[in-house]
């Protein structure tokens, strides 16, 4: 089946209509990632709700334009089909993102895009890494070019992977939710995601299991929702307790652009609370 969309309710959703038929271009890649990164959120709550995904990027198209969001491989899939609808060289690559204490490579948790053909003073070759799948990672596009870049708060360095012979490595700033992320060059199929996205939304040791969760990237920072603690990390940098149920979904509509039912704000508050108090006392242990 084709991997084609009708782009012009995606391009609602990121708020950029006007840019339905419009000629490839860095400044638009850069416009689609940065509406993208700022409007649809990174999140994990479909996992807390009992609604399996899969990776099939029409699919995380839909919910996107239906007002929601999901992690790297449905944010990524999807920006890829929109891409690819709106002219423009896309490629799909295997990824792997570590916390703090992991070691490097790509491990298969991540998925990866890049962008060709557009060349720049930046990018003389035209590659650019394109990745909405890291949360507080990037807000627009870098060129694919060994350096140090810098996106609001964040600096970050791109080189080669030690973990993987040609492949690349980004490295996040030290103020980030992770420690950075290895992927290979060659070309990756959806269906390679597979198996880890079972894994990473079933599996009683995944975070995204543990822990319901969403992020949002904009100029200025990030916000990061775990459990029901709220963070923003940048300008007006913040730690908040939501105490309450209205205060937790106010968060969720008004910072992640996020509503939902009461059956269903039933289920993520009990989710969310159960997570707080596991916090709780794995600080004090």
């Not at 959703?13 to 940065?34: D, I, Y």
């Not at 360095?157 to 060659?186: C, I, K, V």
Request: net charge negative; charged share 20%; proline share 6%.
């Amino acid at each position: 089946m084709p991997e084609t969309i009708d782009p012009t309710g995606y391009l609602t959703r990121l708020g950029l209509p006007e840019l339905a038929g419009h000629q490839p271009g860095v400044a638009a890649l850069s416009a689609l990632h940065r509406a993208h990164a700022e409007r649809v959120p990174y999140e994990v709550l479909e996992i807390h709700l009992g609604r399996p995904t899969t990776v099939c990027p029409l699919e995380s198209a839909r919910r996107i334009v239906a007002g929601r969001g999901g992690y790297c491989y449905h944010l990524n899939g999807a920006f890829s089909v929109l891409l690819r609808a709106l002219g423009y060289a896309v490629t799909r690559h295997v990824g792997g993102v570590q916390g703090q204490d992991a070691e490097a490579g790509a491990s298969g948790n991540h998925l990866v895009l890049t962008v060709s053909g557009l060349p720049s003073a930046e990018s003389p070759d035209g590659q650019w890494l394109v990745d909405l799948g890291m949360g507080d990672g990037l807000h627009g596009p870098l060129p694919l070019v060994a350096g140090v870049y810098e996106q609001g708060p964040f600096r970050y360095t791109l080189r080669p992977s030690e973990a993987e012979p040609g492949g690349w490595r980004f490295d996040h700033d030290p103020a980030g939710s992770f420690r950075g992320m290895d992927f290979r060059t060659e070309k990756a199929m959806m269906s390679d995601f597979a198996v880890r996205h079972v894994e990473l939304s079933t599996s009683e040791t995944s975070g995204f299991v543990r822990t319901p969760m969403a992020a949002r990237r904009d100029a200025t920072g990030a916000d990061i929702l775990r459990g029901r603690n709220l963070s923003r990390i940048g300008a007006a940098a913040a730690l908040t307790e939501l105490v309450t149920a209205a205060d937790y979904f106010a968060a969720l509509d008004g910072v992640f652009g996020m509503t939902f039912d009461e059956p269903e704000r039933a289920v993520l508050w009990a989710r969310a609370s159960a997570a707080h108090e596991r916090w709780l006392r794995e600080r004090t242990t």
